[in-house]
């Protein structure tokens, strides 16, 4: 599991850069919401790979019953 990370880069002019690292999916604009609604306008919005990866389960039952007469 990597380490989650927010990274924030304010320029002179006052734009504010944001960078989420580690959030898998969706969840990273659930935890920057709140801190986006206090810096103000979003100009704009771009999403890294790990915003579209998703978590991946597997599960796999093997039944072997069959006998020299199944043949």
Not at 19 to 29: A, H, L, P, R
Not at 38 to 53: A, R, V
Request: charged letters at 20%; glycine letters at 6%.
């Amino acid at each position: 599991m990597s380490m989650e990370s927010l990274e924030f880069i304010i320029y002179p002019d006052g734009r504010v850069m944001e960078k989420v690292t580690g959030i898998v999916g969706s969840s990273c604009q659930e935890v920057t919401a709140a801190i986006e609604a206090q810096l103000g306008q979003l100009m704009s919005q771009e999403k890294t790979s790990d915003y579209y990866h998703q978590t991946v389960s597997q599960s796999e039952k093997v039944s072997n019953a069959a006998t020299f007469r199944d043949w």
